[in-house]
């Protein structure tokens, strides 16, 4: 009798064993998946920009370039983006303009100018930074209305007309 106690008691031990490694990958998918950047508590729609929720909708963004600095005063937000590693991908830096532009003029009501620096690393190292491109768009542009989906598509570098928009300068 002593037998069969022995062996059902390791049965059961080799079944808790069993179904603990069956719920090992489903934890590990979990942690890969909680490893990411998530705003602070919980998601929820911005409609008003204040300090308070500046990094929360920075986060929300998931831009392509690394935020070197953002400011919020006054209805100004102002915006450096890390322009190290991809100089000359004016692609990756429209389209995180277009998120930003999305943010400020269609997401939130309270942005009336938005300020964006592509800045990368001053090659001396330190914490300075060397300015590579800057635009200016404002609530006020007549064109914001029906061409903000395509300033991801944009090239200001070659068009004179998108240069002119978003009111932006190349660092040579």
Known sequence: MTVWKRLL??????LVVTALLTLLPIAERRMQN???GIAVFRASPIHKLETRNLVDSMIAQKLKLPIRKADWKEGVLSVDLAVDGMPGRIDLWM???QQLADLSYVQTSNVNRLLVRFVKADAAGGRSTVM????????????????LTEVG???????????ERLRMSFVR
Request: hydrophobic content about 45%; proline content about 5%; glycine content about 10%.
């Open 95 to 97: 389209r995180d303009l």
């Open 9 to 14: 008691g390791a049965v059961g031990a080799a």
């Open 34 to 36: 909680s490893q990411e």
């Open 153 to 163: 598509g944009a090239r200001p570098d070659l068009d004179p007309v998108w240069r």
């Open 132 to 147: 590579q491109a800057a635009a200016d768009i404002r609530r006020t542009d007549e064109w914001l209305a029906g061409a």
